[in-house]
């Protein structure tokens, strides 16, 4: 049986993060192609992240002129910023605030959300997440588990403060997305997000690692796309994939696939060579800047080989996007599949030194984030991440209790995680403080027991100021496997 108790999470408006979450009596443990061309580890900084309170530097701003960048070429950037003229959002990692899914990131300000393919109820895999090997600023720990897998340090040879993101794919597809809360807007113009990151890849023989930035129009944990054992694509999404192939060795990556999903489905997608792409140099923990501009209809990427600035560059382009979205939530994913079949270690680090964008400040929702599970897996050395839910049929349910919820001024309010064996004649119902049972019915074109990323209209007035209790469970009869959940948060979003 599933573990009925477990010590969660959920950040507050002021930064508070207190949840519970208890189980109910009973409950157990093709696209068209396109055409255009934790530890203790020394010198541990911080985060530093505001709505628009820290500017970048001397960049270009979103203006545009007839949808083209009004300056043409971004100006050369500035190290150690978000290199924006008008930031909307601009983290540069000063300040930590430990705690729950984000390890040391805000989680006022942050969503992070893992997936595996490690889901099995019977076996007892629930989102099965090993322990792995922490490379941070010269130093090394081992038998990190997601709580503490991302984390602060300072580079000893710069004296940066960098974010490390790292995790085991367990030879299988794995991914840690790293969410903005706040909304980017590039609605009749051309938007500007910047990242500072050693933005290496490594696939041989299509097995490795890889990052992508992708851009959804719902805030829903880990929008990817189809791959195997997961469905993850969004409502409607842009995926920029650096997954390179002018190198094997971690010294260059190029943008390798544009995806657009409209529908829950590929719309079109442009491989590297219709991307016009341009290879750039990289290296482990040396910070790569690009810079992203992007309207509905076109995509320009910008690089710097290694962290040296001179060498800035467009290096791919994409005309006849095609969105049919012009606001929507930044991720940046850190993605693996089955390393260890492509000759190379199981885990890898990624090191972050700034992430932005520009654009009109939009209220910025009130999340309030379910930690993962951390529930004792098939061996030692693996967590559980995941929830099992109850069902309908069998009166049982799984709730959480979340606390510090702030209703001033809100005007939505949505539940989004990532669900397993969530298939067409399934449903999903939940509750919040003992009120009536509301059901959300499979909304996906195509039946799959695949993960899912989920997101769930709430009624503001089934919720209250403070603490509030919600149960999940599955509904309806299915003798299917039972529902799997994890990535749970609420937001309410503010006028």
């Not at 005007?411 to 119902?429: H, K």
Request: glycine share 10%; charged share 20%; aromatic share 10%.
């Amino acid at each position: 049986m599933f573990a009925a108790l477990a010590a969660l999470v959920a950040a507050t408006g002021c930064g508070d993060k207190v949840v519970s979450a208890t189980a109910g009596p009973g409950s157990g443990a093709g696209a068209e192609t396109g055409t255009g061309g934790a530890g203790d580890l020394s010198g541990t900084g911080g985060t530093a992240a505001s709505g628009a309170a820290k500017s970048g530097g001397s960049g270009n701003g979103g203006s545009t002129v007839g949808g083209k960048p009004s300056s043409g070429v971004p100006d050369a950037p500035l190290s150690g910023s978000c290199d924006l003229k008008e930031p909307a959002f601009c983290e540069t990692f000063d300040t930590p605030l430990p705690g729950g899914r984000g390890g040391d990131l805000d989680e006022t300000i942050w969503s992070v959300a893992r997936v595996s393919q490690k889901v099995n109820p019977s076996q007892g895999e629930l989102v099965s997440w090993p322990a792995t090997t922490l490379s941070a600023c010269g130093n090394k720990l081992d038998g990190v588990f997601s709580d503490a897998a991302v984390t602060f340090c300072t580079q000893p040879e710069t004296g940066r403060t960098i974010l490390t993101s790292t995790f085991d794919d367990a030879e299988g597809p794995v991914f840690q997305s790293f969410r903005v809360v706040q909304p980017f807007d590039f609605t009749d113009r051309v938007g500007h997000i910047t990242v500072d990151v050693d933005a290496k890849t490594q696939t041989p023989e299509g097995h490795g690692w890889w990052w992508e930035i992708v851009i959804a129009d719902e805030p829903v944990p880990v929008p990817y796309q189809e791959f195997i054992s997961h469905a993850l694509m969004a409502r409607r999404a842009i995926v920029i994939e650096f997954e390179g192939v002018s190198s094997f060795d971690g010294t260059t990556n190029e943008v390798s696939h544009v995806f657009v999903e409209d529908g829950y489905k590929y719309a079109r997608e442009f491989t590297r060579d219709q991307a016009n792409f341009v290879p750039f140099k990289t290296q482990e923990e040396v910070l790569n800047h690009l810079e992203i501009l992007i309207s509905k209809d076109f995509l320009e990427v910008y690089a710097t080989d290694l962290d040296d600035t001179s060498t800035f560059r467009r290096v791919a382009r994409v005309d006849g996007l095609g969105l049919t979205f012009e606001r929507g939530y930044v991720n940046f994913q850190h993605s693996s599949y089955n390393s260890v079949k492509g000759g190379l270690d199981p885990s890898t680090t990624y090191h972050f030194g700034s992430f932005g964008f520009d654009g009109p400040v939009l209220a910025r929702p009130r999340s309030y984030q379910v930690e993962d599970a951390l529930s004792t897996g098939r061996t030692d050395n693996v967590k559980n991440l995941g929830y099992l839910l109850g069902s309908e049929a069998a009166e049982t349910s799984l709730s959480f209790t979340i606390e510090g919820v702030d209703l001033s001024d809100a005007e939505e309010a949505r539940v989004t995680f990532n669900a397993w064996y969530f298939t067409a004649e399934r449903s999903i119902q939940f509750r919040f403080n003992e009120g009536e049972w509301r059901t959300f019915e499979h909304p996906y074109p195509e039946s799959m027991e695949q993960t899912r990323a989920v997101m769930i209209p709430v009624d503001i007035a089934d919720l209250q100021d403070g603490q509030n209790v919600m149960e999940l469970r599955a509904g309806g009869t299915s003798s299917e496997q039972p529902l799997v959940v994890s990535n749970i948060d609420l937001e309410v979003v503010p006028k």
